[in-house]
């Protein structure tokens, strides 16, 4: 089958590699339909925090299930299913607690603990514990407005599907984490897929006023698409002041979608007291001042994202139903074998998000 | 009027000053019940972030109103009141939040911003956003087995009510803000008054296992009678290793009332992924790590208590139906002139926490 492997920095090769089988009895193989580039993977791609060469790449895949283990009870061959980017064992206190993005057991996919979703095929440890079943929850038949089965799914749908495997949980996560509630006026951090996956994820929760940091018009165009109420190119203290003129006190939430000191410096300045700041950006240099954020009563929460948790309790149904379009993030879409430009692109930004076409339903 | 004075470390002395009165139409003049001593009184009296000489100490006082200005409608005079120990605008958006306690248009009693609440009178200002009129909360009498008067109050009421001007409310944000829930196993660093009102407070929001690490005998007592199922006396890694022993994966919610590194330090590896923190201890030397915070999803929340806020949302209603009895925390009761002893006692950890007598209701 093909799949994409790392090379170095800039060398992303799609090669041949063996078709993943059910080595464990709770395995499942999965026929990959569509993935995507990450802007997690533009990291290694750019030379920072390089991964060993021969790594198979990409953590977000949707598809149907080709083969399970004898223990696997969450699906059957023929399901279609969204594979989370984490690997949860499903029997742990942080998965039991809704966590299961931080499974000590697990891993995630397209790193040392897992193989990569950017290929034709995809080995899922931890089947049950891993997988949100897409055919499963169809057939239950209550969300209104929903496809009759997973045949009926065109590509709009697939593209908004595939967002449940990371983007738009983790920029849920930022909301959850930063404890928008409805009336709030909300501030985030990055226009990437994830910033902009925040945007709509603080309108979900009934934020009122939404503020995106964002400084390209092809991006803040989708961000006011979300639910955008203002867009606020300037960085650094001239962020700081724009945004303290807009909302007078700060802003009642902060979402954290870019990870680098500079964002997350400027996150720390723009929350009322009592704010929370959801951070989901891989954390690069970043400082956390224990004095400054305490007696402003800021708090930080967030991390890896517990996608499957979010698309169980809530995602699926508003992706299945219509309400939500996360997958207006891709605009535009690939074949495996010209993932090497879709790379290219991401890191030129001349995509926001690059989709990559696998197979058919 | 006597006044507590610091004249820097270990010299603490009850002088003479002037009556305050109304200064501006906000105010209120409160004459003074029952005020105590605060760990945080500690750290200047030991010498550690000294106060400059002549501040007026206290920042803990119950009494009853003197005098209001013009603008003053929560309180008139003679109604019993709590005094929380910041004073708090109630008008702006932390105030408005619910985090009254980062109010950037107040300060704190006891310190620059306020006059000390260890004397026989106090000068509040910003009463309307400040004070918890416990007269008018009677006065509803929807409160069963609540006393009918003020004038009924005996010593352990007034103890009781007394712990919700901070110990007790600061005992509450650090369960609050560590999202303690019904079931949960929750940790609480910190054996003095504010961990052993923790303890409380995790008990009212339902925690139903409890550890406190506690090493001294007098305060696991107090602690297993608040709700502690287990004390824990280890520290550093050998309190990880019991932790864990304890609790398999981590606590569900883990409550930080010390405020050094070494406890915070401890608690940031005790909780299980997706756990937060809820920290009340005045931040000494503390390092938030940021990357190991983020994979295993550990948040960080918590500050100086908006004490009112908790007070008239729940706690009075819980002292005055005799529902909890926070006041167990005092251990001994001094006269005013006595307190250059119940600091020495305090210092000498002789006592848990000393009241201060000051005037009948």
Redesign the interface.
């Known amino acids: 089958m093909k799949s994409t492997i790392f090379y170095g920095a800039r060398d992303i090769r799609v090669e041949d590699r063996p078709k993943p089988t059910v080595k464990n009895p709770g395995d499942a193989v999965v026929r990959v339909v569509r993935s995507c580039v990450c802007g997690s993977d533009m990291w290694p791609y750019r030379g920072i925090n390089p991964y060993p060469n021969g790594t198979q790449m990409g953590h977000e895949s949707i598809g149907v299930v080709e083969e399970v283990g004898a223990d696997v009870a969450i699906a059957k061959p023929g399901d279609f299913v969204i594979v989370p980017f984490p690997i949860s064992c499903g029997e ?3 998965c039991r ?3 299961e ?4 057991n697990g891993g995630y996919f397209g790193a040392a603990e897992g193989e990569g979703c950017q290929s034709e095929y995809l080995h899922v440890p931890h089947a049950n514990g891993t997988l949100v079943n897409v055919s499963e929850a169809l057939a239950k038949g209550d969300i209104p407005g929903a496809p009759a089965s997973p045949k009926d799914f065109d590509d709009d749908m697939l593209a908004d599907l595939l967002t449940l495997s990371d983007v738009m949980g983790t920029g849920f996560h930022a909301a959850v ?1 930063a404890e928008v509630k409805p009336g709030d006026t909300a501030v985030v951090f990055g226009d990437g897929a994830v910033g902009l996956c925040g945007v709509l994820s603080a309108k979900l929760l009934g934020a009122t006023r939404i503020i995106s940091m964002s400084r390209h018009e092809d991006r803040a165009a989708v961000a006011r698409e979300f639910g955008a109420t203002d867009i606020v190119p300037e960085r650094d203290d001239a962020a700081v002041r724009r945004i303290m003129e807009l909302t ?3 802003a ?1 939430a902060v979402l954290e979608c870019v990870g680098s000191s500079q964002s ?1 410096n400027t996150a720390l300045q723009v929350g ?3 704010a ?1 700041i959801g ?1 989901v950006g ?2 690069h240099d ?6 400054a ?12 994202a ?1 996608v499957r948790t979010y698309a169980r309790r809530r995602l699926l149904r508003e992706v299945l139903s219509g309400a939500i379009h996360p997958g207006h993030v891709f605009t535009k879409t690939y074949a495996l074998d010209e993932i090497p430009q879709a790379y290219a692109d991401m890191d030129a930004r001349r995509v926001i998000k690059a989709l990559v076409k696998v197979s058919e339903v």
């Open positions: 742990c206190a942080a607690a809704g966590f993005s931080s499974c000590p984490s007078g006190e700060g009642d997350f009322r007291p009592g929370v951070r891989l954390p970043q400082q956390i001042p224990a004095d954020t305490f007696y402003r009563n800021i708090g930080i929460k967030g991390g890896p517990p």
